[in-house]
């Protein structure tokens, strides 16, 4: 069996973030969360440095990546992500108040493997959250032979 890996929250709002992690929680998952409130932060947990030298290295079960981020934002992270052949099969939802439709294509274009716009009501909003963690953290199957270890420095 083998271990769970983490979920990687990527989000600005303290509101969202609260109700992210109500939401997986509910979920009962396991999987350890890490928060991030910026791309810089984001990339620095994914490359294991800055701040996050030294950390357990590995993969995170699923990236959930705000589009609007501050210092480096949603879609420059999902471009580093996926140019990198140390993290492209790391699975990206972009979770977005944007229903623009350039967003979407955009994030499409880039790789995202899922682009969730956040419900508005609160019951919404938690069933959607829970549904995508079960989904990543749970009933997805990631490729059998899943590229380990940090890429290389370049954002």
Known sequence: MSTLRPILLVEDSPKDIELTLEALAKCQLANDIHVARDGVEALDYLYARGSHQGRNSGEPAVVLLDLKLPRVDGL????????????????????????????????????????????????AFLEAIQDIGVFWAILNEPPPHRLSGAGSNDL
């Open 76 to 123: 420059e992270v999902l471009e580093a992500i996926k140019r990198d052949p140390a993290l492209m099969q790391i699975p990206v939802v972009m979770l977005t108040s944007s229903r623009e439709e350039k967003d979407l294509v955009q994030s499409y274009k880039l790789g995202v493997n899922a682009f969730v716009v956040k419900p508005v009501g609160f019951s």
